[in-house]
């Protein structure tokens, strides 16, 4: 059973290996290449990551959320747009070093319209690779393809925002069924939680608080209202 549930939780990690056990079994050859390419990137991996997780780490501890909301958030409007857009043109490393830092962005209040936008321009408008695109294919072939990759990346990201919500993105749905934290620097009283979902949130001093509740159902709906509508974006 155990075994069963690990599988579940890692499937495709499982897959990988299917395939793999089924390459060397089928085409020997070609299951030592796949296997050789694998380890280059995986030693590529364990030496950028480490780098990325201590650079997203000190930018999470060093970087007022207020900043980030303000620059990426829901509300940063075309400027968090631009912000973002040059974000991913002028970061270094292969788009996987990207999640991480997504992923702080996101948890520190970024929407998912600039994330959409970070992930995108950093796979394929990165400075360096402009650069090299107009050396070897022409500054007219780059301009171009630049400009209609610009459009699709904002047409994209647009779409993305209005059939993704950050509820249904695992590891903020996980945070929710674990409890709620509701940062008191950042909460300014205006008591929208409380109005919103006063079965969890009440005003004390001032300040928002959350009885311990059993977040499912109705509730854990309610209590995602609240979370996008809180203005300092106090509650996680």
Known sequence: ????EKIKKNRLLSVVIVVYLLLFITIPDK???????????VLEMIMIMPVIFILTSLTEAWVPKEVIINSFGEKSGFKGNVFAFLLGSFSAGPIYAAFPVCKMLMEKGA??????IVLSAWAVI?????????KFLGTRFMAIRW??????????????????????????EGRIKEGISINKD??????????????VFYME??????????????????????????PAKAIS
């Open 1 to 4: 059973m155990k075994l069963v």
């Open 147 to 172: 400009v209609l990759t610009t459009i699709s990346i904002i047409i994209m990201a647009y779409l993305i925002s209005k059939f993704v919500n950050k509820e249904d993105i695992p590891e903020v």
């Open 186 to 199: 950042y909460c300014i009283g205006c008591g929208m939680c409380a109005k919103i979902c006063p079965n």
């Open 31 to 41: 299951a030592i290449v796949a296997i050789s390419n694998s380890i280059y990137y």
């Open 111 to 116: 929407s998912i319209a600039n994330i959409a």
């Open 205 to 230: 001093d001032k300040k928002a608080k959350a009885r311990s509740e059993a977040l499912t159902g109705l509730v854990a709906d309610k209590i995602n209202e609240a979370i996008q509508a809180c």
């Open 126 to 134: 990165k400075v360096p690779m402009l650069a090299n695109e107009a």
